[in-house]
């Protein structure tokens, strides 16, 4: 499988369909690859999707206690072996690295026991102390650009994007779960390998908002690099997004 035949998954919500627009718009700019980009959401969006984006409504928006419930009526007739997942309030925020991509793409089909590789840094050394007991040891034949996470730290569920083996996804998409319970499940010591990178990450984003719909103040910076949305950008999106 080719890194273009993966499709990209952005599940969202009515209260956030309208912030796609946004994360379309910087994905077009930053990411060079064609691929099938797919929102899961509710009510229809009311912004043009390009070509290769495509809308599926799960049904009636009931909240995010039913948010697992909904998901598993879409995998459960999905039938590719990787899928990559966006989050529905971020916007890539600078040029995505795809051929480092490629390679690690390729390394995971490779080496089946990696169920998920992260593509920005959720989960590295600097945050520590939220992730508890973690320890990232570099992969040398990737040259050491991956690094695999160790079986205790938490966090390993993140929702942060990244490459999904779907039967790893499927297997801990338990009903009833909301995305914060999702994230916080125990799936340590189930000797499956976690990937992530440490600096040079391969995409990256900013988050427009906080638990709770707060309106993050530099919602424009990119989350774990000191780079940010140009100006134009800045004042484009926050026409698109009404911000």
Avoid at 12 to 40: A, P, R
Avoid at 199 to 204: F, G, K, Y
Wanted: proline fraction near 3%; include cysteine; charged fraction near 25%.
């Amino acid at each position: 499988m080719e890194l273009k035949e993966i499709k990209i998954i952005i599940p969202t919500c009515d209260k956030y369909i309208h912030l796609i627009e946004g994360l379309m718009y910087t994905i077009n700019k930053f990411w060079d690859v064609e691929n099938e980009f797919i929102i899961l959401g509710y009510k229809e969006p009311k912004f043009e999707l390009n070509k290769n984006w495509s809308f599926i409504s799960l049904g009636l928006d009931t909240g995010p206690s039913n948010w697992s419930n909904d998901l598993l009526k879409y995998f459960k007739n999905f039938k590719d072996e990787y899928f990559i997942n966006i989050i529905d309030d971020t916007l890539m925020s600078r040029k995505s690295d795809t051929e480092k991509i490629k390679i690690v793409l390729k390394y995971m089909i490779s080496n089946k026991t990696i169920k998920k590789c992260f593509l920005h840094g959720s989960l590295s050394d600097g945050n520590v102390g939220l992730l508890g007991d973690i320890k990232l040891t570099p992969i040398e034949e990737l040259d050491y650009q991956f690094y695999d996470v160790n079986q205790t730290a938490n966090y390993r569920s993140s929702l942060q994007s990244a490459i999904w083996s779907t039967d790893y996804f499927l297997n801990i998409l338990k009903p009833n779960l909301t995305p914060w319970s999702f994230e916080l499940q125990d799936i340590k010591n189930d000797n499956f390998r976690i990937l992530t990178t440490v600096d040079n990450h391969p995409t990256m984003y900013s988050h427009l908002y906080r638990i709770g719909g707060q309106l993050i103040p530099n919602w424009y910076e990119s989350v774990f690099e000191n780079t940010k949305l140009s100006d134009d950008d800045i004042d484009l999106l926050k026409n698109i997004l009404k911000l």
